[in-house]
């Protein structure tokens, strides 16, 4: 009988197919926890992939958070009585530590910022065109962007009242230059007009030396230039031209009572009721620049590199000395001073202690600063018409 060749064949073939068949496992979930750490250990979880990921790959279905926990340094022993100290006391309590080495300060961030420094903090919440003064209004599109302006104002002097700024600005370009009034809405940068001129625009009374503006609790917006005029602005597009018999006009602000009026040979009191005629207050005051008042009446002033201080019954001080370039000055609602000089503006407290600096390297060419009693509007000139702005802080 022939032996049966098939059978071994077979055995062969299944022989070497399962010989060369990859052997499998169960793949683990990586990295794990081991039982002794599921209390104080997660897994890394760099982030989740996808819809229905494996939570088994992103901690073990806990979510992570941070540990909020004051950092505790290693506890030390005092050499001298052999008891145990912390070494993360702080500064609260002492001046110097267990062992005699005085204690770092308080930490207090640059520039007086913060609760620490007791400063207030400020930062540019936007920049207001002021030259919108187009014949076509910016509203319409394309149109409005493109079309060339009537005149080229550049901003002087600056107040704000609530939520509207009010400038004067200049035109030096052509040869009938000229000075007005403007208002713009502080909200939106817009709400542009022209409050300073007559006759649909056309005309303009204020002199191209045009400087300082404020307001006074009705409403009723002032200017000066820098020869003897005021001019009153009732309502829009309505200028009385005052001969106030002043001379080097600088800036001028509204107190409780009458116009104060900083020029270069001192300051200038005019009542409400008769603004043609001004007595001095504050004897002995040259002032060099700009003028502001707080709520009481007091009158800040910048007089060289020192602000002084003039009370309503012309009581004279230095407020703060050896600011160097100091164009002008304004007061909040807290009794925070504020002066603008030619590159920043610097804070102080009611005290003539300086807190904060903020605005450096934010101006082209800065003129006046005003206040609506919370936030700061600084007026920059600009280097021509087309970068003229009301830098605004919040």
Partial sequence: MKKNKVLPLVFLLITSFTACTKKTTTIVPYPSVS??????????????????????YYGNGTSLSDDTSSFDNPTATNPTTGTPVSNNGGTTGSTTDEFGVPNLPDYSPPGGGGTSGGGVTYALAGNIAVDQDSYVP??????????????????????ASGSTIMLTASDKSGLLKKGTAITISAATGKDWKNVGSEYLGTRHKMDATVKGITVDSSGKIYTIDAEKYIY??????????????????????????????????????????????????????????????????????????????????????DFTTGVDSALDVTVNNEGKVFVLTNQKVIVFDEAGKQVNTFGEGEFVAPQAIASNGVDIFVSDSGSTYKDSQIAMYS
Avoid: M
């Fill in 35 to 56: 039982p002794s750490g599921t209390a104080d250990v997660q897994n890394y979880s760099p982030y989740q992939q996808g819809v229905g990921a494996n939570p088994d």
């Fill in 138 to 159: 910016s509203s319409i599109p394309y149109i409005g962007q493109l079309a060339p302006s009537r005149n080229q104002w550049q901003a002087i002097g600056v107040a």
């Fill in 232 to 317: 009153v602005i009732p309502k829009a597009n309505t200028v009385s031209k005052v001969d106030a018999g002043f001379s080097g006009g600088l800036d001028v602000v509204a107190v409780s009572d009458g116009l104060v009026i900083s020029t270069t040979t001192g300051l200038k009191k005019y009542p409400f009721s008769t603004i043609t005629a001004g007595t001095e207050l504050g004897a002995g005051v040259i002032p060099t620049g700009g003028v502001g008042a707080d709520k009481a009446g007091n009158v800040y002033v910048v007089s060289s590199n020192i602000i002084k201080k003039v009370t309503p019954a012309g009581v004279v001080s």
